[in-house]
């Protein structure tokens, strides 16, 4: 089976970020026996059968070769908006970047993979930066939330409010560069030569739309691995407060959508904290319309491990059985697998 590094080394080159991740395809390439029309209408993501990018392929490949010799300019560019349906009641917009901005973006993603990788695979508490490919599809991910979860007595689930669309891009070298750093120096490169990996990040993802920092891309691959790699450093504060303020609490993202386990009421309002403080911190909004305690049966309403030792006591219990010497043949204690 393919290591997560092997996985993101394949995402990351120019052939699918261009062929399948312009238009974010990439998830139409393992549905076995399904038509293109039999996943119509039931898609996060463009209709393939909307466009023809071959000759876009061929465009930004040999744009590729060009820019291994050639230092091109970043510049303002004007992205077109789209829009596809969400639910009965409302569409969802989408944004593509000018051809030129995204080769240009996907050009400094390939060029700092390395580091792409090591951000992305160290985050343990996200599921959704495995983008859906296999072996991490969704009964997989499904498994490895449970693993961070269970056991907790409560759970308490939030997200952000229009994540993508109002996500703030200066945000991104705050997030990847420390914020105090990141508003000192705003330069892409700094006064020894080395990369400000989050600057340059902004300068791009803006110069993908007109110069607005008001929200980023939404509708290529790009740009959800640049969201991931971001989040992993909100992941990382998350666990170092808890650490240092609140611990036995665990928890789960999938982009946005976080959900903590806990034990104790008193819990919950040191969760709140933590979350309002980094939250305001990156002027990120959470989204109080959907904030609110769920139990472990609604997290895995469709997971085969529903209602899986979803209290703490039975798991204390499965604990001690499990470390027990030998377990009598008549127990009455049913350990389901």
């Given at each position: ?150 056991g907790h007595k409560f759970y308490y689930k939030t997200d952000f409010s229009n994540f993508f ?173």
């Open positions: 089976m393919q290591s997560i590094e092997d996985i993101y080394n394949e995402m990351l080159s120019w052939n699918n970020l261009i062929s399948y991740g312009y238009l974010d395809f990439q998830e139409y390439n393992d549905h076995g026996s399904l038509t293109m029309d039999d996943i119509y209408g039931h898609t996060d993501v463009i209709y393939p059968n909307y466009f023809d990018i071959s000759e876009i392929t061929k465009l930004a490949i040999n744009f590729s070769y060009s820019t291994r010799n050639k230092n091109y300019q970043i510049a303002n560019t004007t992205p077109i908006l789209f829009t596809i349906p969400k639910n009965d009641k409302t569409r969802r917009p989408l944004k593509f970047p000018n051809l030129y901005s995204y080769c240009l973006l996907v050009s400094q993603l390939i060029a700092h993979k390395d580091r792409i990788i090591k951000d992305l695979a160290k985050d343990k508490e996200s599921t959704s930066n495995f983008f859906g490919r296999s072996p991490y599809k969704y009964e997989n991910s499904k498994n490895i939330q449970n693993k961070l979860l269970i669309h109002s996500f703030y891009t200066h945000a991104i070298a705050w997030l990847i560069d420390e914020k105090s750093n990141a508003k000192i120096d705003h330069n892409d490169i700094d006064k020894n030569g080395n990369c400000n990996w989050g600057n340059l990040l902004d300068h791009l993802i803006r110069s993908e739309q007109s110069g607005e920092t008001h929200g980023v891309p939404t509708g290529t691959l790009a740009t959800r691995i640049i969201m991931e790699e971001c989040m992993s450093y909100f992941d990382q504060e998350i666990k170092n407060n808890l650490q240092s303020n609140c611990t036995g609490i665990t928890f789960h993202r999938y982009v946005d959508d976080i959900i903590f386990g806990f034990d104790h009421n008193e819990q919950l309002a040191a969760i709140k904290k933590i979350l309002a403080n980094i939250t305001q911190k990156y002027e990120i909004t959470l989204n109080d319309k959907k904030t609110k305690l769920v139990t472990f049966d609604e997290i895995n309403r469709n997971s085969n491990l529903k209602g899986f030792f979803y209290d703490l006591s039975q798991k204390i219990e499965v604990n001690k059985i499990l470390n027990s010497n030998s377990i009598s043949n008549s127990s009455n204690v049913i350990l389901y697998r």
